[in-house]
């Protein structure tokens, strides 16, 4: 079972500096993530804000961005639009990449380096929740949605043939509306292939894991803003928010461990009590719990402790001195059973030992 160990100054990696030991469960790790990034979803749902505020946040990017000489996101989008067999792949890229190699990664670090996986997945945790901070507070237009003035076309629509992506945004066809088209500040696709970038070339071991590295947070960076779903100052926001995020690990860890310091007395006391209870409790050899109830009577049938079928035991006679449950006299189920209304003591009762000597 993975497990991350903690080390102390002469560790490597993002969990430096960190003294307890946690011991990883892919059943506990699965849910929390997808806690997390169901939060993430619907708080950006929730998050949409006025389209006109939207609109104006998207152009003060663009005019800033041409004030410092940084408008990189006209030239791409004009190369994307002008040439298929670039666009289609980046149309791809967009829609697809972003939720695949995440998770892939995480899933890597989970098995191959687990004495770092709690610390990178408290980053990626962290800084998502951060980008949704800046989704609710500056809701921003992306370049493809702003007036055909501003010199942008929306390649995702333009290619949404190709894909199973429709005209709005990167979700699948006819279901546009369950996202929010209006966070686009800051770009977590940016963001989150940075992340995958910094574990990769962190701890990857090959020349080609290294390229790999590089190489994905670049080409996403270019892939954003030539699809025209991000500026250019998104992507740097993206990358600020994960830098944001790495400065908060520790804090965010070393409160979690002291909350699972306080819990864990109250668990252990709840547990304890349990088990007490059980034990209390009396079961049979194979840990069933037995019954402690007396035999129960009624319409003249008496069911023991423990039986299934209940014997039927008539408790009166026939004028005979026979059993009225059945012919011959014999009462079913106690072969040792007096009839009702003899009594205990009678003249039979001396005859009993001669009986016994003439039968021996």
């Given at each position: ?69 940084l ?29 695949l ?11 191959s ?54 005209g ?23 963001g ?12 990857g ?11 994905y ?44 310091d ?40 008496q ?58």
């Open positions: 079972m993975p497990q991350t160990e903690a080390k102390g100054a002469g560790s490597r990696g993002i969990s430096e500096g960190l003294t307890s030991t946690v011991r990883l469960r892919w059943w506990t790790e699965l849910p929390l993530i997808l806690l997390v990034y169901g939060a993430y979803s619907a708080g950006r749902l929730l998050a949409r804000g006025d389209v006109t505020t939207a609109v104006g946040h998207g152009l003060d990017i663009l005019r800033v961005e041409k004030a410092l000489n408008n990189l996101e006209h030239p791409l989008n004009r190369l994307f639009t002008a040439h298929t067999s670039i666009g289609v792949p980046a149309d791809f890229w967009y829609a697809s990449l972003h939720y190699v995440t998770p892939l990664v995480l899933i890597w670090l989970f098995r380096k687990a004495v770092h996986y709690a610390a990178a997945r408290t980053w990626l945790m962290v800084s998502t929740l951060i980008g949704l901070v800046g989704f609710t507070l500056m809701p921003t237009c992306p370049p493809r949605l702003l007036e055909k003035s501003q010199g942008f076309v929306d390649t995702m629509a333009q290619y949404s043939d190709w894909g199973w992506w429709g709005q945004a990167s979700a699948p066809r006819g279901l546009g509306g369950m996202t929010n088209q209006y966070a686009a500040m800051p770009s977590l696709h940016v989150w292939s940075l992340w995958c970038g910094v574990m990769l070339w962190r701890y071991r090959t020349p080609l894991v290294k390229a790999i590295a590089i190489a947070p670049l080409l996403t960076t270019i892939v954003v803003m030539g699809t025209a779903n991000h500026y250019f100052l998104d992507a740097v926001a993206g990358a600020a928010v994960m830098g944001l995020g790495l400065l908060l690990v520790r804090p965010v860890q070393r409160g979690a461990a002291r909350v699972k306080r819990l864990r007395p109250v668990v252990a006391t709840a547990l304890a009590a349990r088990a007490a209870r059980r034990a209390e409790a009396p079961s049979d050899a194979t840990g069933a719990p037995v019954a402690t109830d007396s035999s129960i009577v009624s319409a003249g049938c069911t023991s402790a423990g039986e299934r079928i209940p014997h039927q035991r008539k408790l009166g006679t026939d004028p005979g001195g026979k059993s009225a449950a059945k012919p011959g006299g014999k009462p079913r189920g106690n072969k040792g059973a007096r009839p009702a209304g003899r009594a205990a003591d009678t003249g039979d009762s001396a005859q009993t030992p001669a009986r016994g000597a003439a039968r021996t």
